[in-house]
Nanobody, 123 residues
């Protein structure tokens, strides 16, 4: 059974930082592309970042570029999202997801998803 379990969300003041984690089980983590997405209240879920199986390539949404770093530890089956200089617009439920290749950032290409972790940024 494939499981993706996010953690690390919470309430933080604007300008603060959070590090999200996503632990994956039930598949060969080191062979998978990993991604983070988010969904704000009343909005559609949107792409945040992806990282290739080796960690050698990563992509970011323009809205988080320069403030966010995606990384992974294949020995721990874990992907991370370090978010700095948080702003209220970052408030959302953050989801990790996985797929085989990393060429597409379309949500439909990701075959497994976590349940999400809430991030709330106060002004």
């Amino acid at each position: 059974q494939v499981q993706l379990v996010e953690s690390g969300g919470g309430l933080v003041q604007a300008g603060g930082s959070l590090r999200l984690s996503c632990v994956v089980s039930g598949l060969t983590f080191s062979a998978r592309c990993m991604g983070w997405f988010r969904q704000a209240p009343g909005q559609e879920r949107e792409f945040v970042a992806t990282i290739s199986w080796s960690g050698g390539m990563s992509y970011y949404a323009d809205s988080v570029k320069g403030r966010t770093t995606i990384s992974r530890d294949n020995s721990k089956n874990t992907v991370y999202l370090q978010m700095d200089s948080l702003i209220p617009e970052d408030t959302a439920v953050y989801y990790c997801a996985t797929k085989v290749g990393c060429t597409s950032r379309q949500q439909s290409a990701f075959d497994y998803w976590g349940q999400g972790t809430q991030v709330t940024v106060s002004s």
